[in-house]
């Protein structure tokens, strides 16, 4: 049997959150996998470790409270970028946008850095 692709790989990862099916996380997160979340501003929380990974992923695919709408998905070779909307209330201010920076080698997540728009930080400050 072939290893899985990125494109495999990436295609299963989204799946498991539209499902809301951590299952199908199981068998994608390398034993030395390293991720880092949207949250908190600015840096995020860094995961490191398979176990950690999987119980975060797994956690978050769970939520039924919560939607992830997969956007663009760009593979290039074992790396791949997926912009994507998470919903997580109503109305339109109930959704965060951002985009996963992915990297896969021999069929599973080795590095996952996750990135969001925040809008309510400034971007710059009027110097007076």
Same mark, same amino acid.
């Given at each position: 049997m072939s290893p899985r692709t990125t494109t495999d790989v990436i295609d299963r990862f989204n799946l498991a959150f539209v499902r809301h099916d951590p299952d199908l996380l199981d068998d994608l997160v390398a034993e030395d996998c390293v991720m880092e979340s949207v949250r908190p501003a600015p840096d995020g929380t860094r995961v490191t470790g398979r176990a950690d990974c999987l119980d975060?992923? %797994? #956690?978050?695919?769970?939520? %039924? #409270?919560?939607?992830?709408?997969?956007?663009?998905?760009?593979?290039?070779g074992e790396r791949a970028t997926i912009r994507w909307r998470y919903h997580f209330g109503t109305g339109p201010h109930g959704h965060v946008s951002g985009v996963n920076l992915m990297r896969i080698a021999d069929g599973r997540i080795v590095e996952a850095l996750g990135f969001t728009k925040t809008g309510e930080l400034p971007l710059a400050t009027d110097a007076a």
């Open positions: 975060f992923w %797994r #956690t978050l695919a769970a939520d %039924r #409270t919560t939607r992830f709408e997969p956007g663009e998905v760009v593979v290039l």
